[in-house]
């Protein structure tokens, strides 16, 4: 894989989703959020911009502008308050309708500013064909109002740009580390900048320099648009024993007689199957591979999402994830804050208040919540599957179909002094494992 997390036969796939789902009217598909390492930073050098190419990591807006309880789009007044967590930096980003701006914003254009409360400089530059122009924003401190200036972008095909426009595909931020060279750290999607930020005055407040040690990153779709969209544009499945009819798709773009459920917003993630053969030797099993990521995960990753299954066998579904060194979610021996296995097999139940378990209902969304960085810490994600397996054990209600929801997943660390809604603390205590239904 490559710094943005993708292999050729990757990138092939997930520009003919992003085709197919262009033409459906939405925004560009997302892919990682993030690499997962250092090595994926670019010092700045203009004599080696050519082999650079897209320089720093790439990082899409979706999960950035999206809390994990918002919907889209922003409030009417157009406000709109992010925060983007870098590897080792934070950026405040606030996105408003200009008032008065001559000549006023078109759709095509936007104003950036860009402050800091660090003590180094940054810079925020331009790049124009996929490589640096050269041209840069300097960072306003706020203890100096007087300093910084703000910068009016168009896009590349612009014809006639205003007076003082300039044309550029993205930003990349910059600033100084080792010896005080510079480098390029991050750029934004170049599709998801314009569809964002067009039209708009974006600020962006550089309020933490990590330096070397880190932040995790973050993962997290409500599958509204322009959010992460499945990169395998049907969930198409990596193993399959049993299961007929597979299905694992988002519920942007399609008609419905009846608007299927989402927990945020208007789209979820439709996953189903007709279970057809199943024994206790063979059990049927179909593992969707949905999300083409690059994800570090450090002790304190959580896993968050929300499901609503509507058939008995739509229980024995979980999100799970492939790691690069192919260990599993599902085989780590991860726990929910329950105590449940987040093996699909196990069924997901929850803790009732004297002390059993019982199944999820069916028909209502329930939080699925796993701090996954105590079985996993160390490894990258490469996949993020939805997984379907019954137990060996189940053979009531086979042949029969699995149908249900998952929505608003997130995939994460939280950083210190960050709160994320319904999430609960990343220190729950872990319950102890109940038996096994799938033995």
């Known amino acids: 894989m490559g710094s943005d997390g993708m292999s050729d036969r990757a990138s092939a796939r997930r520009e003919i989703g992003r085709k197919e789902f262009l033409k459906r009217g939405g925004a560009a598909l997302a892919g990682v959020a993030g690499a997962g ?40 007044n157009g406000v709109m308050v992010g925060e983007f967590q870098g590897i080792e930096d ?16 078109q759709r095509n254009e936007t104003l950036i500013q860009l402050r800091r409360t660090v003590g180094w400089s940054k810079q925020i530059e331009l790049m124009l064909r996929g490589s640096p122009t050269g041209v840069t924003l300097r ?11 703000t910068m009016r972008l168009c896009t590349p095909d612009t014809p006639n740009p205003a007076p003082g ?85 988002s519920t942007a773009g399609s008609e419905f007689e009846v608007p299927p459920p989402a927990h945020i917003g208007s789209n979820s993630l439709v996953y189903a199957g007709y279970v057809y053969r199943h024994s206790r030797r063979y059990p049927s099993l179909c593992y969707f591979q949905v999300f083409d990521v690059n994800l570090y995960i450090d002790s304190a990753t959580l896993l968050h999402y929300w499901i609503y299954p509507t058939t008995d066998l739509a229980r024995y579904v979980g999100v799970d994830f492939v790691c690069t060194n192919g260990e599993t979610l599902r085989d780590s021996g991860a726990v929910d804050w329950d105590g449940v296995s987040m093996h699909p097999a196990y069924s ?34 490469d996949r993020i599957l939805v997984s ?52």
Not at 47 to 71: F, H, K, N
Not at 405 to 434: C, F, K, N, W
């Open 90 to 105: 934070r950026i405040f980003m606030r996105m408003d309708n200009p008032d008065e701006v001559s000549p006023p914003l």
């Open 139 to 149: 960072a306003a401190l706020d203890s100096d109002p007087g300093e910084g200036t």
């Open 348 to 381: 997901h139940r929850i803790r009732t208040n004297d002390g059993g378990y019982s199944d999820i209902p069916l028909n209502k969304w329930t939080p699925i919540s796993c701090n996954v960085g105590r079985w996993l810490a160390d490894r990258t994600i």
């Open 388 to 439: 379907f397996q019954l137990p060996r054990h189940r053979l009531v209600g086979v042949p029969g179909w699995f149908e249900g929801h998952i929505d608003t997943i997130y995939l994460g660390t939280v950083p210190p002094g960050t709160e994320v809604e319904r999430l609960g603390p990343t220190s729950a205590p872990v319950g102890p494992i109940i038996p096994s239904r799938s033995s």
């Open 37 to 76: 390492a250092l090595a994926g930073f670019s010092p700045i050098t203009r004599s080696a911009s050519a082999q650079i190419g897209w320089p720093g990591v790439r990082y899409y807006l979706d999960p950035i502008l999206a809390p994990i309880e918002r919907t889209w789009p922003p409030d009417p």
């Open 165 to 249: 426009a300039l044309r550029a595909d993205t930003i990349v931020f910059t600033k100084p580390k080792e010896w005080g060279t510079w480098y390029y750290m991050y750029h934004f999607d170049p599709d998801q900048f314009w569809y964002l930020f067009g039209g708009k005055l974006v600020q962006f407040r550089w309020v933490t320099d990590n330096d070397n040690r880190g932040y995790a990153r973050v993962f997290r779709t409500g599958l509204e648009d322009p959010e992460f969209q499945p990169d395998w544009f049907i969930g198409t499945p990596e193993r399959n024993r049993g299961v007929s009819n597979p299905i694992c798709r």
